[in-house]
């Protein structure tokens, strides 16, 4: 049974930092790209990064425009888990945070259906 397990939410200041992490099981990981996802209220959920297979595509990553130079993704096969840091946080990435992993071993965009509980985070003063 594939499943997805994110963590690291949390209240964070304006310009502040924090780091989410991601445990997947029931898969062989480093065969799929994972990717992060957000959903702030009455939005829809949106991709914000992704990370490639090491072994079969060199963990080549991806960003979304928002967080592109404040958001790095990273994975550790070892623990199968994949981590979003988060810096210079603003108000608007503010948001449930949740995990997925892609249909094959690229970011090519297609995920599959596989949502863990996500976790939150808050940016407020």
């Known amino acids: 049974q594939v499943q997805f397990v994110e963590s690291g939410g949390g209240l964070v200041q304006p310009g502040g930092s924090l780091r989410l992490s991601c445990e997947a099981s029931?898969?062989?990981?480093?065969?799929?790209?994972i990717g992060w996802f957000r959903q702030a209220p009455g939005k829809e959920r949106e991709e914000i990064s992704c990370i490639s297979s090491i072994n079969r595509g060199g963990g080549t990553t991806t960003y979304a425009d928002s967080v592109k130079g404040r958001f790095t993704i990273s994975r550790d096969n070892a623990k199968n888990t994949v981590y979003l840091q988060m810096d210079s946080l603003k108000p608007e990435d503010a948001a449930v945070y949740y995990c997925?992993?892609?249909?094959?071993?690229?970011?090519?965009?297609?995920?599959?259906?596989?949502w863990g509980q996500g976790t939150l985070v808050t940016v407020s003063s």
């Open positions: 029931g898969f062989r990981f480093d065969d799929y790209a």
């Open positions: 997925a992993p892609a249909s094959t071993w690229i970011c090519d965009g297609f995920y599959l259906e596989v």
